[in-house]
């Protein structure tokens, strides 16, 4: 019985073997775009778009008058290649990448 997965020991994450069949010149494992700037962990939000979705990233802000933290969020648009699956509420790291399309600047 054959692996479906192949393990990325730098991102620490299992990546798909290659399906001949799906061609995505965007996917980060297999096509012409490379990782590169921030690597990020957020929650998948929406996952309507044929293939890409929306990160919601979380992180706080120090208001220093008061010496307190105020929560934020910044929802992050995301290129999926079709080896990748995801569903509304997997936590998932996404790394930034060159511009996909307008909005889109990382890739899953």
């Given at each position: ?16 073997i ?13 096509g ?5 700037g ?17 990160v ?53």
């Amino acid at each position: 019985m054959k692996n479906n997965k192949i393990f990325n020991k730098t991102l620490k994450i299992t990546v798909p073997i290659r399906n001949k069949k799906i061609i995505d010149s965007k996917c980060p494992f297999y096509g012409k775009v490379s990782i590169r700037g921030r690597i990020i962990r957020g929650i998948v939000v929406s996952n309507k778009m044929k293939s890409s979705i929306i990160v919601r990233i979380d992180h706080t802000k120090l208001i220093k008058k008061y010496n307190r933290f105020i929560k934020r969020h910044k929802n992050i648009p995301c290129h999926v290649s079709p080896l990748l699956t995801c569903e509304i509420g997997d936590e998932v790291i996404i790394g930034e990448c060159r511009p996909l399309s307008k909005n889109i600047r990382f890739n899953l």
